[in-house]
């Protein structure tokens, strides 16, 4: 697209304003806006292969939503390792917010929102706070990421983000929503305003959590394709092969294509979570080696090891790492 075109809002903004004819203005910019937009796509292909990441971003949706009326309930869904509360009682995304409460780790809201027209694409992360009310300022991370439609000139069209609570403030949020029912969240780049589950489903949630704790310490692997069963007195990986993936890998590592093996012991505990991971074989590059326990700590789950009277306990796993450039 020309730098002219480029530039278009903000002179057919001023043109708009000073013409004898403002909607008929419009109506020509409009025309020719898609225009260029459809040249734009054609010569790229029609496929957005990615998109620029801009910081300072700013993103205001004013005003606090109306509390949940009577009959318009929050439910409480189960998953393998935690527990959801949303409105459709699914994970769906949407404006309305799902808190996803995992059975490790803090509480994380998810939803996605609609951008303004003319909203640049972005991805990134930064910090700030839920703002319960003027006296409740509770601090978290959110991570966000735009969706564009190739096919459509008003793009990106969505925006979702993934806000979650710091360590140690869950228990003031859930106090909190005895009587609040909305909330905004505040970070550098956006001012959202979110409707807040009520008590009840917080506690129906506390309580599915325990249930997914239960259903891990009993919790058994699959037979392998020949018929065998997997020795439970070591942990079992559940899932490993999505562990180590193309976006796991270290920049640093991938710019300069280094590949190597890196040798772990990871201690796991009764439910098959990691407690523990050290290096017990280097690669002979540090960023790999670095790379490897902080990715299976944040990403690894287990079936967990058995002990001889059939119980679920503690117990270490080793393996060998082999990175790869994809």
């Not at 670095?290 to 679920?312: E, R, W």
Request: overall charge positive; hydrophobic content about 40%; proline content about 6%.
């Amino acid at each position: 697209m020309s730098q002219f075109a480029q530039t278009w809002p903000s002179r057919v903004r001023s043109a708009i304003s000073e013409s004898r004819h403002p909607t008929l203005t419009r109506s020509i910019y409009l025309s020719l806006r898609e225009r260029t937009y459809g040249w734009t796509m054609y010569r790229f292909g029609g496929v957005m292969l990615g998109f620029s990441v801009v910081s300072g971003l700013a993103l205001v949706v004013a005003g606090l939503p109306a509390a949940a009326a009577s009959g318009d309930a929050w439910k409480v869904f189960q998953r393998p390792y935690g527990c959801g509360i949303s409105r459709s009682g699914t994970g769906d995304l949407s404006s309305d917010p799902v808190f996803w409460r995992p059975f490790r780790g803090e509480t994380t809201i998810l939803l996605k929102i609609d951008t303004p027209e003319g909203q640049i694409a972005s991805v990134g992360n930064s910090d700030g706070f839920l703002e319960i009310d003027q006296n409740i300022r509770l601090p978290m991370h959110v991570s966000w990421q735009s969706e564009i439609d190739p096919l459509k000139i008003h793009w990106p069209s969505k925006k979702t983000l993934s806000v979650k609570l710091k360590e140690g403030v869950e228990s003031n949020f859930g106090k909190a929503l005895a009587n609040v029912r909305a909330a905004r969240i505040i970070s550098r780049e956006d001012q959202i305003s979110i409707t807040l589950p009520d008590a009840a489903a917080w506690q129906e949630a506390s309580s599915c959590v325990a249930n997914v704790g239960a259903a891990l310490l009993v919790s058994a692997p699959p037979s392998y394709s020949n018929g065998s069963r997997p020795d439970r007195s070591l942990p079992v990986p559940r899932g490993a092969g999505a562990w180590i993936n193309s976006n796991a890998y270290p920049p640093k590592a991938l710019a300069t294509k280094t590949e190597g093996d890196v040798g772990i012991r990871v201690k796991v505990d009764k439910y098959g979570y990691p407690m523990d991971c050290r290096v017990t074989k280097g690669s002979g590059s540090n960023v790999l080696d670095d790379a490897t326990c902080v990715q299976i700590m944040k990403v690894a789950h287990f079936y967990p090891a058995l002990n001889s009277a059939g119980v679920s306990s503690e117990a270490q796993w080793e393996t060998v790492i082999k990175w790869r450039v994809p």
